[in-house]
């Protein structure tokens, strides 16, 4: 799991670490936004921002998209829209189907686990301020 | 700057940087941004500037599409050189990645080593071989100056076959061994 990867080694690089987490979590986002239906990159981008705090670099998930698509998780097709030129659809394959509910379960008990491991944490800041 | 030029700039400079991608992945890319650029631009409050300074510098975006191309691509591959330039890109990464260099290095050169040497027995029978001394081993490969007696050779024209395909072997399990670890980081990746 990347998660063993993703290591706050050095204490001076804490936006590293933060950096590499979204990067891990937003593979799974963009996975989890194609749930419901296709998706083209712009709406991938307009949901992950009003469904989560997940504020994006756009370039971020263009790339992304790529590779799941090279892994096999996802599908893409180009449809003519009114716009003038096409626009690139996303969907989930099956193999996508599948990895996202693993994550989805991996990560459900890994920050279940995580958040109650910091409560203690977070109690003391609040209480210093 | 017009928007056109400024749209066209920009995917010039992407195009240039994903140099090393196949021509039609690179054009789906450039199409697809393109589309990103335009459709965004027109969304209430923005302008072409602004979409382009959210998507960041041409050469930045490029460099994400390129990491893990090359691995991708060799993990494909069957060539040695491919191979080894998607372990060597694997070895900037881990510990891991240069074990994978090395041993598959060092597999290229056993296999292709024992290969030489079958080819080199039909050339040189007398120089070429495996030598024993008092049931003892003394040397085995191709020599100018093979061992005199007492050692002994023991393979005989055996040694052709034999080197021929112990060295295929070493060489299909290395090709293998490589693909299964650019695999096998690639799924790594993408879990969590």
Known sequence: MAIQRVQPADGDQPD??????????????????????????????????????L?????TIYPILN??????????EWVEAEAGHPRKYYSLTEAGRQRLKQMAEAWTNFSGGLSRLLEPVIDRKENHQ | MTAETQIDSYLTALRTHLGPLTISEREEIVREINAHIRDSAEEPGASVE??????????????????????????????PIVLLR???????????????????LFGYMMGGGLFLTGILKVIFPANTGMWFKDGSFVFCGSSITPPGPPAYE??????????LFAGSLILVLTTAAIRASLRASQSWQSKL
Do not use: D
Not at chain 1, 42 to 48: A, D, G, P, Q
């Open chain 1, 16 to 53: 590293r670490w933060e950096a590499q987490l979204r990067k891990g979590a937003l593979e799974m986002a963009a996975l989890a936004s194609l749930w419901q239906g296709r998706l083209y990159g712009l709406e991938i981008i307009r949901f992950l921002e009003s469904h989560s705090q």
């Open chain 1, 55 to 59: 504020a994006l670099a756009e370039g």
């Open chain 1, 67 to 76: 590779r799941l698509k090279a892994e096999g998780l996802l599908t893409s």
């Open chain 2, 50 to 79: 602004s979409v382009l300074a959210r998507l960041g510098p041409a050469e930045e975006l490029a460099a994400q599409y390129r990491e893990g191309f090359l691995i991708r691509q060799a993990s494909r591959s069957n060539s």
């Open chain 2, 86 to 104: 998607g372990a060597l890109r694997l070895a900037t990464k881990g510990v891991f990645g240069t074990l994978i260099f090395f041993l598959g």
């Open chain 2, 154 to 163: 023991v393979l005989g024209m055996w040694c052709i076959p034999l080197a």
